[in-house]
């Protein structure tokens, strides 16, 4: 099994700063920001509002153009391989994300605020009752 790696609210609050920083730079217009609701509802919140954007679908069956996908780490691929189909222009994705694997082939529309030391199991905050943690 994995080491545990627990994340602290103030280390989240200073990875979506990152985050926003970075989704800034691309210099692109987000009308929304889709999500899933296992894992990617927290940091999607935290970034619409560092970003201004009002408006956050979760578990959608498409992904509408000019929405900015997030979670909260890019690791298997899995994830994103499945929202892939839900929009029409992939190549024109941005799945913005707390943490990407290190060591892990990520792709060009991944907008990541760290890099992982290893391979780390991540325990958020809001996932402490489920890890044992109060």
Wanted: glycine share 6%; proline share 4%.
């Amino acid at each position: 099994m994995n080491q545990k790696e627990y994340v602290s609210w103030n280390v989240i609050e200073s990875l979506a700063d990152v985050l926003a920083i970075k989704v800034k730079s691309l210099n692109l217009q987000f009308n929304s920001i889709s999500t899933i609701s296992r894992g990617g509802l927290v940091p999607a919140r935290l970034l619409a509002d560092r970003l201004g954007i009002k408006i956050i679908l979760v578990d959608k069956d498409e992904i509408p153009q000019d929405s900015l996908f997030v979670d909260d780490i890019y690791d298997t691929g899995k994830t994103f391989a499945k929202i892939l189909p839900k929009v029409k222009d992939s190549d024109n994705l941005i799945y913005a994300t707390l943490f990407a694997r290190k060591g892990k082939i990520i792709p060009k529309q991944i907008v990541y605020a760290q890099l992982t030391k290893g391979d780390e199991y991540i325990v958020y905050p809001w996932d402490r009752f489920e890890h044992g943690m109060i």
